[in-house]
């Protein structure tokens, strides 16, 4: 984990276009998430904080050009891409008068594009933080603290065997998703914690992801089917998940996609601390425990 890896936005209302974007990206030390207008972009941001946001201009709810101006009127404002099919040199000039980074037309090769994002947003990136020292920890401090638990989560996944992995690899496709109720949920809970003033003992980021989970003995002797449930936030020691039911088992052998290389998966084993009702879901709480 020591080469620098960046957070993106990818707002788009076409789903073929972020997927497009963010897997090429996500080849280019970017990490992504996506949005499909404007009004999804905002509050993901505000939720999360990205250093980079791609966006269309044509888009329902809230257009690129709403987007762009909320996004600059932030305290620590993000390197922005206009990725368009709109060819006007006054609006170019426009966005590019506001703060914009630089404004692509559609149709466009998205290796090559991605590739020269990320020379593009590195040399901006180390210009501001050469110019401006505060400023060298605003736009990756989240980074810096996913980096440091998922480094430290590295030990943890060493402890899971691979008998017990396979059956999670397994039944990840034969299971269904969080229901996406449960998502929306989160969304509104995420954004209530980021809202106010709560603070842990243990640094913890949130994010929205999913977790593959089986029951298991303390020895890892499987005690159950393979379920999903839904990421509430995530430290070096533990974790807090969000489920539609109980959950019996004292332990668990977790899988999920890393959120600083999505190619990548962590695993461990987790006991489970709490299992309370939370709205109409449940909260699955505990800490990441090491078996010989």
Known sequence: MSS?????LVVDDEPMIREAVSRSMSAESFWCDTAADGVEAIEKFRQGRYDLVVTDLRMPNKHGHALIKELLQEETPPHIIVLTGIAEPRLVKDLMDRGVVDVVQKPVNFGLFSAKLSSLFRRKNENRNTNDPQNSNSGSSAFGLIGKVEEALELFSMCVPEHVEQLLITGEDAVTDPPKAQVEFMKRLLAKHAAGSERRETERFSLLSTAVALPVSKDFIPRGEVFKMTFCDLSETGACFMHTRSISSEYLALRWRSALTPK???????????CKPLGPFYEIAGQFVMHD
């Open 264 to 274: 990548c998966s962590l695993k461990a084993a987790f006991q489970i601390t709490r």
């Open 4 to 8: 620098q890896i960046y957070r993106a």
